[in-house]
Protein backbone atom coordinates (compact mmCIF):
# COMPACT_ATOMS: atom_id res chain seq x y z
CA UNK A 1 0.00 0.00 0.00
CA UNK A 2 1.60 3.25 -1.10
CA UNK A 3 -0.07 6.74 -0.37
CA UNK A 4 -1.30 8.47 -2.96
CA UNK A 5 -0.90 11.79 -1.03
CA UNK A 6 -0.80 13.52 1.84
CA UNK A 7 -3.91 15.64 3.91
CA UNK A 8 -3.70 18.08 6.48
CA UNK A 9 -7.30 18.33 7.78
CA UNK A 10 -9.11 21.77 8.57
CA UNK A 11 -9.15 23.47 11.96
CA UNK A 12 -10.65 25.78 14.20
CA UNK A 13 -9.87 27.41 17.18
CA UNK A 14 -11.39 29.48 19.40
CA UNK A 15 -11.09 30.60 22.91
CA UNK A 16 -11.18 33.32 25.28
CA UNK A 17 -8.80 34.87 28.24
CA UNK A 18 -10.47 36.59 31.30
CA UNK A 19 -7.88 38.47 33.94
CA UNK A 20 -9.06 38.29 37.05
CA UNK A 21 -6.73 41.33 39.40
CA UNK A 22 -5.70 45.00 39.00
CA UNK A 23 -3.71 44.79 35.96
CA UNK A 24 -5.18 45.42 33.03
CA UNK A 25 -5.36 42.80 30.02
CA UNK A 26 -3.41 43.35 27.00
CA UNK A 27 -2.79 46.79 27.58
CA UNK A 28 -2.27 48.94 23.90
CA UNK A 29 1.73 48.96 23.38
CA UNK A 30 2.86 53.09 22.47
CA UNK A 31 5.32 52.63 19.16
CA UNK A 32 7.91 54.58 20.00
CA UNK A 33 8.38 55.84 16.38
CA UNK A 34 4.43 57.34 16.29
CA UNK A 35 5.87 59.20 19.80
CA UNK A 36 8.70 61.08 18.03
CA UNK A 37 7.19 60.90 15.18
CA UNK A 38 6.27 65.04 15.79
CA UNK A 39 10.07 66.09 16.99
CA UNK A 40 11.09 64.00 14.09
CA UNK A 41 8.76 65.57 11.80
CA UNK A 42 9.55 68.83 12.61
CA UNK A 43 12.69 68.40 12.57
CA UNK A 44 12.98 66.98 8.74
CA UNK A 45 10.95 69.98 7.82
CA UNK A 46 13.63 72.58 9.51
CA UNK A 47 16.24 70.67 7.37
CA UNK A 48 14.24 70.61 3.65
CA UNK A 49 13.75 74.96 4.58
CA UNK A 50 17.62 75.21 5.39
CA UNK A 51 18.22 73.22 1.93
CA UNK A 52 15.80 75.51 -0.02
CA UNK A 53 17.64 78.49 1.49
CA UNK A 54 21.38 77.32 0.96
CA UNK A 55 19.97 76.90 -2.72
CA UNK A 56 18.92 79.90 -3.34
CA UNK A 57 22.13 81.79 -1.33
CA UNK A 58 24.22 79.70 -3.55
CA UNK A 59 22.39 80.91 -7.06
CA UNK A 60 22.62 84.52 -5.50
CA UNK A 61 26.53 83.71 -4.82
CA UNK A 62 28.76 85.06 -8.04
CA UNK A 63 29.94 81.98 -9.35
CA UNK A 64 33.62 82.55 -7.71
CA UNK A 65 32.54 82.39 -4.37
CA UNK A 66 30.23 79.83 -4.88
CA UNK A 67 32.85 77.43 -3.32
CA UNK A 68 33.74 78.92 -0.24
CA UNK A 69 29.59 79.18 0.33
CA UNK A 70 29.13 76.03 0.06
CA UNK A 71 31.92 75.19 2.69
CA UNK A 72 30.12 77.59 4.90
CA UNK A 73 26.93 76.24 4.92
CA UNK A 74 28.10 72.63 5.08
CA UNK A 75 29.30 73.12 8.61
CA UNK A 76 26.71 75.26 9.36
CA UNK A 77 24.28 72.75 8.87
CA UNK A 78 26.91 69.80 10.59
CA UNK A 79 26.52 72.28 13.41
CA UNK A 80 23.25 72.72 13.01
CA UNK A 81 21.93 68.92 13.14
CA UNK A 82 24.62 68.32 15.75
CA UNK A 83 22.35 70.29 17.98
CA UNK A 84 19.06 68.81 16.67
CA UNK A 85 20.67 65.18 17.11
CA UNK A 86 21.08 65.84 20.52
CA UNK A 87 17.48 67.22 20.99
CA UNK A 88 16.06 64.24 19.20
CA UNK A 89 18.11 61.86 21.57
CA UNK A 90 16.92 63.96 25.23
CA UNK A 91 13.53 63.70 23.27
CA UNK A 92 13.44 60.19 22.91
CA UNK A 93 14.58 59.46 26.61
CA UNK A 94 12.43 61.37 27.77
CA UNK A 95 9.45 60.06 25.91
CA UNK A 96 11.44 56.49 27.19
CA UNK A 97 10.99 57.73 30.72
CA UNK A 98 7.09 57.61 29.87
CA UNK A 99 6.68 54.76 28.63
CA UNK A 100 9.03 53.12 31.46
CA UNK A 101 6.67 54.95 34.76
CA UNK A 102 3.56 53.58 32.54
CA UNK A 103 4.94 50.05 33.22
CA UNK A 104 6.04 50.37 35.76
CA UNK A 105 3.16 52.39 37.64
CA UNK A 106 0.65 48.91 36.72
CA UNK A 107 0.11 46.77 39.61
CA UNK A 108 1.35 43.51 38.74
CA UNK A 109 -1.18 41.19 41.16
CA UNK A 110 -3.31 38.76 38.60
CA UNK A 111 -5.01 35.73 37.95
CA UNK A 112 -5.43 35.30 33.78
CA UNK A 113 -7.73 32.32 32.94
CA UNK A 114 -7.47 30.69 29.24
CA UNK A 115 -9.51 28.59 27.59
CA UNK A 116 -9.85 26.77 24.22
CA UNK A 117 -11.48 24.56 22.15
CA UNK A 118 -9.71 22.91 19.08
CA UNK A 119 -12.01 21.28 16.31
CA UNK A 120 -10.09 19.35 13.70
CA UNK A 121 -11.81 17.94 10.39
CA UNK A 122 -11.97 14.70 9.17
CA UNK A 123 -9.99 12.77 6.35
CA UNK A 124 -11.35 10.57 4.13
CA UNK A 125 -10.00 7.37 2.93
CA UNK A 126 -7.10 8.27 5.18
CA UNK A 127 -4.63 5.48 6.61
CA UNK A 128 -1.91 6.28 9.42
CA UNK A 129 1.63 6.71 9.23
CA UNK A 130 1.71 3.59 11.58
CA UNK A 131 -0.57 1.52 9.08
CA UNK A 132 1.52 2.61 5.84
CA UNK A 133 4.66 1.82 7.92
CA UNK A 134 3.17 -1.84 8.46
CA UNK A 135 1.13 -2.21 5.68
CA UNK A 136 -2.18 -2.46 7.50
CA UNK A 137 -5.35 -0.62 7.04
CA UNK A 138 -5.56 1.61 9.66
CA UNK A 139 -8.01 4.50 9.51
CA UNK A 140 -7.70 7.64 11.05
CA UNK A 141 -9.35 10.80 11.37
CA UNK A 142 -13.06 9.25 9.84
CA UNK A 143 -14.22 11.96 12.39
CA UNK A 144 -14.49 15.68 13.61
CA UNK A 145 -12.21 15.52 16.86
CA UNK A 146 -12.92 18.08 19.76
CA UNK A 147 -10.07 19.48 21.80
CA UNK A 148 -10.70 21.41 25.14
CA UNK A 149 -8.39 23.44 26.57
CA UNK A 150 -8.10 25.50 29.86
CA UNK A 151 -5.27 27.39 31.63
CA UNK A 152 -4.23 29.53 34.42
CA UNK A 153 -1.74 31.82 35.19
CA UNK A 154 -0.49 34.34 37.74
CA UNK A 155 2.60 35.91 39.27
CA UNK A 156 2.77 34.55 43.37
CA UNK A 157 6.11 36.50 43.76
CA UNK A 158 5.59 39.98 42.23
CA UNK A 159 7.95 40.95 39.02
CA UNK A 160 10.08 37.65 40.28
CA UNK A 161 7.91 34.42 39.51
CA UNK A 162 5.18 33.69 37.21
CA UNK A 163 3.14 30.40 36.98
CA UNK A 164 0.97 28.42 34.98
CA UNK A 165 -0.81 25.26 34.85
CA UNK A 166 -3.40 23.43 33.02
CA UNK A 167 -5.33 20.50 31.19
CA UNK A 168 -6.30 19.39 27.81
CA UNK A 169 -7.69 16.45 26.42
CA UNK A 170 -6.09 14.86 23.65
CA UNK A 171 -8.57 13.18 21.14
CA UNK A 172 -6.97 10.09 19.39
CA UNK A 173 -7.71 10.21 15.66
CA UNK A 174 -8.10 6.18 15.28
CA UNK A 175 -11.11 4.36 15.20
CA UNK A 176 -10.54 2.09 18.15
CA UNK A 177 -8.30 4.73 19.94
CA UNK A 178 -9.28 6.91 23.17
CA UNK A 179 -9.10 9.95 24.54
CA UNK A 180 -6.19 10.68 27.01
CA UNK A 181 -5.98 13.95 29.37
CA UNK A 182 -2.89 15.90 29.52
CA UNK A 183 -1.62 18.05 32.62
CA UNK A 184 0.34 20.84 32.52
CA UNK A 185 2.62 23.08 34.22
CA UNK A 186 5.71 25.30 34.01
CA UNK A 187 7.15 28.91 34.85
CA UNK A 188 9.10 31.37 34.58
CA UNK A 189 11.86 32.76 36.81
CA UNK A 190 13.13 36.79 36.35
CA UNK A 191 17.02 36.24 35.82
CA UNK A 192 19.05 39.85 35.47
CA UNK A 193 19.83 42.18 33.23
CA UNK A 194 22.59 40.61 30.59
CA UNK A 195 23.60 42.51 27.06
CA UNK A 196 27.02 42.00 26.18
CA UNK A 197 28.42 44.51 23.57
CA UNK A 198 25.00 46.68 24.19
CA UNK A 199 23.48 44.49 21.38
CA UNK A 200 20.75 43.85 24.22
CA UNK A 201 20.00 47.07 25.36
CA UNK A 202 18.66 47.50 29.21
CA UNK A 203 16.57 44.05 28.39
CA UNK A 204 16.44 41.85 31.32
CA UNK A 205 15.78 37.90 30.99
CA UNK A 206 14.29 35.22 32.47
CA UNK A 207 14.44 31.32 32.58
CA UNK A 208 11.72 29.22 31.52
CA UNK A 209 10.23 25.68 32.88
CA UNK A 210 7.91 23.45 31.34
CA UNK A 211 6.19 19.99 31.74
CA UNK A 212 3.38 18.19 29.42
CA UNK A 213 2.15 14.69 30.85
CA UNK A 214 -0.59 12.31 30.32
CA UNK A 215 -0.59 8.12 30.52
CA UNK A 216 2.66 6.90 28.32
CA UNK A 217 3.52 11.29 27.65
CA UNK A 218 5.68 12.95 29.20
CA UNK A 219 7.38 16.43 27.78
CA UNK A 220 9.74 18.47 30.01
CA UNK A 221 11.08 21.75 28.28
CA UNK A 222 13.02 24.53 29.35
CA UNK A 223 14.21 28.07 28.02
CA UNK A 224 15.37 31.54 28.14
CA UNK A 225 13.18 34.49 27.39
CA UNK A 226 12.96 37.58 27.65
CA UNK A 227 10.93 38.77 30.86
CA UNK A 228 8.44 41.45 30.74
Not at 83 to 90: H, P
Request: hydrophobic share 35%; aromatic share 10%; charged share 25%.
Amino acid sequence: MLPERAAVPWEIDTGFAFQLGPRPLNPPWLNPHDMEKRVRARIDEARAARTADYLRELADTPVEEREAKKRGQEEHEDTIRAIEEEELSVESARLRAIREAREENWPRERITVYGSLLMTGASSNANSLEGFATQTQQPVGQHVSFSPRIGIESEPVRNLIATRVGSYLEPSRFEAGTARQHFTFGGDVRLFQFSPWGIFGDQIWRVTVAADLAPRYQNFGIGIGAWH
